[in-house]
Structure formats: structure tokens, C-alpha cells
């Protein structure tokens, strides 16, 4: 590994931001390069003397900014304008062979101005937060763990195969795991809450994965609906819509939801399963108005098609 790439991450390496794996990678090479091993010592000290002057955020502060940093990036389209801003310097700075206090001053400053703009959110808005809510009330909410003020994110979701035991990694000032049944209320107040809000994309499909085998609960269905309209990754909102397809037939709030999966989302595969969905409900009278609409208008071909089969297919009305 080059002293390179460990110089840029030794300040990620002092404050726990690095993964498990790139950690793991930062302290073999510590111990085998002396020149890092003096970077590293010099950044620590630099932490340590800051920490004398500058106050630490709160865990409940730092935590509500994690997971509002979170969901932005996850909102912010790929290519956009803001994207060009944020990214682009961004790897014209890792480029730039820099001193480790003056890394430090930079990285604490945004850090501090985001926590500081956060703040100011948080109390404009009477300190009405996801992250925070649950605790000043006595207790949990129903789409919240316990625990959430401290919780900064879903790391990962597995199941034992054959089981319904789940293991749920998750992180507060450092990661923590929780298993149990399918039927603990805390490990689906933990995948609700990664379904909803996790900024790993590849755990909220693991999350709504799980919580298809539960959809039965009414806030697990909400949970579901949700992902379908505002998932950013089609592959967790085409898992949502298999959780919610048993459901299109019997709640009129489900059929909806598919319906307007159908018309607006922006994924061809999404838009062609919930046309699939609602298929065996052609007749009803919503159905059949959002069909006609397609076939007459739909840019995509496949779906104007088959809503036209579909439409052909059925009796006329009267």
C-alpha cells in the first residue's frame, strides 16, 4: 500500500471514519512504515490540542447531521450541478500533497459548519428531528428503535438461512450488532428504520427483504409504500413492490401506490412489474383510467402495448 493513500485517510483513521476493512489496512501499514506511523502521531496530537479549544458535538447532533448528510447524497441526482460542485474538488484536493494540520483545519471547519448548520435546522424546527424524537416522548415511535437518538446508520442486515433470526449491525458513536426473531419488535423497529433512512443502498434492500416476509403489518406495508415512492435505487423499489404485490388486490391505499409507481417512476423494469401488479385488477375504475392513459400516451413502447392488451382484453362498460 503507498504512504500516499495513508496520509489521506490518517485523519479519517483518528476520527473512526474509515470502514472496517480500510481501517484494517491503515494499521498494517502503520506498523511497518515509520514515516506514517510519525504522520499519524503528529495528527493526534493536532486532535488532541483542537479538542482542548473546540467543543465536541453531541452524540445526538452528530448523528442527526450523519443522517441528514446521508440522505442528501442518496436525493442528489448523479451528474447534477451540485454534484459537479461538491465532487470535483474534491478529488483535486486528494491530489494535493498537504500538511497534516492544515488537512485537520480544513476537515474540522466544514465538519463544524455542517454541524453548525444543522443545528440551527434543528432548533428552527423545535428540535423536531427523525433521530431525536422518540426519547423526549418516553419512548419509542412506531417506525423508530428505542435507541434511535444515537443511531447513525444501518451497517448491515443478514438472516440465517432457513431461520427467521436476523442480525442487524448498526452504528451509534461505534458499531453495534442486534439479533433476534423476525417477531422482536426492536429488530423491526432496526430494519424499518434502515428501509427508511439508510444511506447504503445495498442494506436497505437487504431491509426490505426482510420485512416482505412481515408484510402483513400494517407498518411494514406504510414502510414498503414508502420505499416504492421514494427509494433513489430501483432495486430496492422493485423488492418493495414485491412485498406489496399479495396486498394490490385487497387495499385500495396499496393499488394506489403501484398506480403511481406505474405512471411516474423513472424506472422502465420498476413501471413494467407494477403494470403487471395490477393487471388482475384491470377492470376496477382507476385501473382501467391510468391504462387508457398509457396506451393513448406513454413514451415507453412496451408499457403502451401492453396497456393496450390489456384494454383490448376487457369487456367494454357500459
Not at 442528489?76 to 447534477?80: A, D, M, N, S, V
Not at 449491525?169 to 426473531?181: P, V
Given at each position: 500500500m503507498k504512504c500516499d493513500?495513508?496520509?489521506?485517510?490518517?485523519?479519517?483513521?483518528?476520527y473512526n471514519e474509515l470502514e472496517d476493512d480500510a481501517r484494517y489496512e491503515v494499521e498494517q501499514h502503520l506498523a511497518r512504515c515509520p514515516e506514517c506511523?510519525?504522520?499519524?502521531?503528529?495528527?493526534?496530537?493536532f486532535h488532541?490540542?483542537?479538542?482542548?479549544?473546540?467543543?465536541?458535538?453531541?452524540?445526538?447532533?452528530?448523528?442527526?447531521?450523519?443522517m441528514r448528510l446521508q440522505e442528501a447524497l442518496e436525493t442528489?441526482?448523479?451528474?447534477?450541478f451540485w454534484q459537479r460542485i461538491i465532487v470535483e474538488p474534491a478529488v483535486w484536493l486528494r491530489q494535493i500533497r498537504m500538511a497534516p494540520a492544515l488537512a485537520a483545519a480544513i476537515f474540522i471547519v466544514g465538519f463544524g459548519g455542517g454541524i453548525g448548520a444543522t443545528y440551527n435546522f434543528v432548533a428552527a424546527r423545535g428540535g423536531e428531528n427523525a433521530v431525536t424524537s422518540s426519547l423526549g416522548s418516553g419512548g419509542a415511535t412506531a417506525n423508530e428503535p428505542t435507541e434511535s437518538s444515537a443511531i447513525a446508520g444501518i451497517r448491515?442486515?443478514?438472516?440465517?438461512?432457513?431461520s427467521n433470526k436476523v442480525s442487524i449491525?448498526?452504528?451509534?458513536?461505534?458499531?453495534?450488532?442486534?439479533?433476534?426473531?423476525l417477531n422482536d419488535q426492536r429488530i423491526q423497529q432496526l430494519l424499518l428504520f434502515a428501509a427508511r433512512s439508510n444511506y447504503n443502498s445495498g442494506v436497505r434492500l437487504d431491509s426490505v427483504d426482510v420485512l416482505t416476509q412481515s408484510s402483513n403489518?400494517?407498518?411494514?406495508?406504510?414502510?414498503?409504500?414508502?420505499?416504492?415512492?421514494?427509494d433513489s435505487n430501483p432495486g430496492v423499489r422493485l423488492k418493495a413492490l414485491d412485498g406489496l404485490s399479495g396486498f394490490v388486490k385487497q387495499d385500495p391505499q396499496v393499488r394506489d401506490e403501484v398506480l403511481r409507481a406505474l405512471i411516474s417512476d423513472d424506472n422502465p423494469g420498476v413501471r413494467l412489474q407494477a403494470l403487471r401488479l395490477v393487471e388482475p385488477m384491470k377492470s376496477d375504475s382507476n385501473v382501467r383510467a391510468v391504462l387508457a392513459k398509457l396506451a393513448q400516451t406513454d413514451q415507453n413502447v412496451s408499457i403502451r402495448t401492453q396497456a393496450r392488451a390489456m384494454l383490448a382484453q376487457m369487456p367494454e362498460m357500459d
Open positions: 493513500w495513508v496520509r489521506q485517510n490518517i485523519l479519517f483513521y483518528v506511523a510519525t504522520e499519524l502521531k503528529a495528527t493526534r496530537k488532541a490540542t483542537l479538542s482542548e479549544t473546540v467543543e465536541e458535538p453531541t452524540p445526538n447532533l452528530l448523528a442527526a447531521s450523519r442528489t441526482r448523479q451528474g447534477g448491515s442486515v443478514t438472516q440465517e438461512p432457513g449491525k448498526y452504528d451509534t458513536l461505534s458499531t453495534q450488532e442486534a439479533q433476534g426473531s403489518d400494517t407498518h411494514v406495508r406504510a414502510a414498503l409504500m414508502y420505499v416504492l415512492q421514494n
